[in-house]
């Protein structure tokens, strides 16, 4: 199924593969996800075209410093005939939603996904609204450019299951590029929302076994007690990195988790919610490569299978 879908995405995205696993790896466990990358890289077509190819509702804001919760998420307008107010669904009502430059909006505006992404729900006038299923959040944010812009606060970095970039293309990837923007070729949808929704049911059932469980717990506690870390993972980033490792067991045809997946996800999972202390950053400490020495000293169970 992964390999269908992004043999299709090619016609509209070069490379990106392991991009399109994240995403998908997000999708199928309940995650959102945040790109975050230079401008010009294709954050925003890969973002559409993986909504078309998994058959579901996309819509894209783009964050502004102006731009308020109702605009999202939508508003109350009285209706003469009915002599009542009507609620008129925002953007945020869609299966897949494109935050563009997500810090460029106030955090009045950025706290107002903070129960959709977290509860699948927003609550207007006192009443719940359910967003249909399946629903994620897809952010962007430059990392380069600061001015006029509002860093994401650790608690709603937090609610991002993942955090990736998609890099420079290579030299042979930016010409296919080029020759893509002469194809009329479109992009068709490979999955239906229902499928979706058992291949969901699917990775809920997904066998874990203890001592993973225990890997995973002992990573994530690591990061707490490391010497040159101010804030450390949270207990939800243990949830994301169980529900990650069983999406992408199941991606890989298994119904099972393998050490390697909770090893190969740590980094895109746990990297986005760690603050170091400041001695650590003026003493020049990468966070990558500190997280790549907390999977080194924390030992990968060996299972009988």
């Known amino acids: 199924m992964l390999s269908s879908i992004k043999k299709e995405m090619k016609k509209t995205l070069v490379g990106k593969e392991t991009a399109i696993e994240n995403i998908m790896i997000a999708l199928l466990s309940g995650g959102h996800v945040l790109i975050e990358d230079l401008p010009g890289l ?21 964050f502004t410093p102006d731009l308020m919760p109702s605009d999202l998420i939508g508003i109350s307008i009285f209706d003469k005939q009915l002599q009542r107010f009507e ?16 810090n460029r909006t106030s ?38 450019e600061q001015q006029g812009t509002f860093p994401l606060p650790e608690a709603q970095l937090d609610r ?33 929302k229902h499928k ?18 225990a890997y995973i717990v002992k990573l994530c506690k690591a990061t707490r007690e490391h010497t040159s870390i101010k804030l450390g993972a949270s207990p939800r980033t243990s949830v994301h990195l169980f529900k990650a490792a069983k999406a992408k067991a199941y991606l890989d045809g298994r119904n099972f988790v393998m050490g390697k997946d ?22 020049g400490v990468d966070v990558q490569t500190l997280v790549a ?3 080194k000293s924390v030992e990968v169970p060996r299972l009988n299978r």
């Open 262 to 283: 909770v090893y190969e996800l740590f980094e895109n999972i746990v990297s986005h919610r760690i603050l170091l202390k400041g001695e650590a950053v003026y003493r």
């Open 87 to 102: 609620f008129q669904k925002g953007p945020l009502f869609s299966n897949i939603l494109l935050a563009d430059e997500i």
């Open 196 to 213: 979706i929704t058992e291949m969901i049911e699917a990775v809920d059932q997904v066998f874990v076994d203890t001592a993973l469980k």
């Open 42 to 62: 294709g954050k925003t077509t890969l973002a559409k075209s993986f909504a078309k190819v998994n058959d579901c509702t996309f819509n894209r804001v783009q």
């Open 107 to 144: 955090p009045k505006t950025q706290s107002s996904l903070l129960e959709a992404m977290e509860e699948s729900q927003v609550t207007v006038d006192g009443h719940a609204y359910h967003l249909e299923q399946p629903f994620m959040v897809i952010a962007t944010e430059n990392p380069i």
């Open 160 to 192: 991002f299951m993942m955090r990736i970039s998609l890099g420079y293309p290579s030299m042979d990837e930016e010409m296919d590029i080029l020759s893509l923007k002469e194809s009329t070729e479109e992009i068709k949808a490979i999955v239906t």
């Open 293 to 295: 020495s907390i999977l």
